[in-house]
């Protein structure tokens, strides 16, 4: 996302050079929305997938949030009819056949799960979507879901700071066999152990409104990553490598989405695979960022009310 929208300016080429070094290293999932740059980031997948083979990697697409041309958001559509149209269109800008997981971005409130998963079967069954995902839904969403066609992964944030899906959506997906793709690992650079209380936010950029980064909610949260760091230097690694390792580490059915713009912090997420964490060190990190420990929502409220993952 963050190479298209949403997170100031970012370079294209740099972008590009980002993703060929991610598959380069053996990275295989590649995740994006159409809402991203109102299709600007398929298109730059598509482009740095000129001269590779398909196969060798899998595509990921949200769709459903619906943007005016100068980006402000103007509703959400998941209907049938909406849904294959969207998938119409990415197709043709990945120029690809096929998606491997296909998903709304959010829950439509006024369209049923069965409705929206119906539509994906009937695409899967014409051979234009390979699996199923779902994103930012709750247990019982879950459930409706899979009772009409396998679901296959679960979107949603998860970090040391984003816990909530620990209580109920994480074991009915487990439940269900229904796997997790882990956003926000880094809770959107907070996390990264580069962010400073006196970083200067462009007006583009979504986290000078997130309530994380704004005042005392700030000051705050750069304490526990502080604390975070300081595990993270006892074990030659950087706080971002000990927070996407923590999240790796809570099951062989999450993965972590790493959302890096540039070669360098690539390198530095890549890193966190040669990190293991013990007992003990899970330990010191529980201790230091216990669950529920952050100040401030995930999202502002208006977007918090979109969340069925959170209701």
């Known amino acids: 996302m963050g190479m298209s929208d949403l997170y100031g300016p970012a370079d294209e080429a740099e972008s590009i050079a980002t993703i060929h070094a991610a598959l380069d290293a053996g990275v295989t999932l590649l995740d994006t929305g159409d809402f991203y740059g109102m299709g600007h980031n398929e298109l730059l997948i598509h482009e740095a997938l000129r001269g590779r083979k398909r196969e060798d990697v899998e595509i990921s697409v949200k769709f459903g949030a619906q943007r005016a041309p100068g980006g402000s958001w103007i509703g959400y559509d998941a209907s049938p009819a909406a849904t294959k149209t ?6 043709r800008r990945l120029r690809t056949d096929y998606i491997d997981v296909y998903r709304p971005a959010r829950l439509d409130p006024n369209v049923p799960i069965e409705e929206t998963v119906g539509a994906i079967a009937e695409l899967v069954e014409a051979g234009y979507v390979r699996h199923i995902g779902l994103s ?8 409706r879901a899979a009772a009409v066609h396998p679901i296959s992964d679960l979107q949603i944030e998860y970090s040391l700071i984003s816990r909530g899906l620990e209580s109920e959506v994480l074991p009915a997906a487990r439940s269900l066999g229904i796997g997790v793709t882990a956003y926000g690992v880094l809770s959107r650079g907070l996390l990264s152990g580069h962010w ?7 007006a583009a950029d979504f986290r000078g409104h997130s309530p994380r980064f704004q005042g005392e909610n700030l000051t705050h949260n750069l304490n526990l990553v502080e604390a975070l760091r300081a595990i993270a230097e006892a074990k030659g690694a950087t706080v971002a490598q000990i927070a996407i390792a923590w999240v ?32 003990a060190d899970l330990a010191a990190i529980e201790a230091a960022v216990p669950a529920g420990a952050a100040a401030g929502e995930r999202y502002a409220a208006a977007q918090m009310a979109h969340l069925d993952s959170e209701h």
């Open 86 to 91: 969207a998938l119409a269109y990415t197709l």
């Open 136 to 143: 930012e839904v709750g247990a019982e969403t879950l459930r």
């Open 196 to 202: 400073s209380s006196n970083r200067e936010v462009n």
């Open 248 to 279: 790796a580490s809570r099951g062989s059915d999450i993965v972590p989405l790493v959302g890096a713009r540039r070669r360098e912090r690539l390198a530095e997420a890549l890193g966190s695979l040669e990190v293991t964490l013990g007992p």
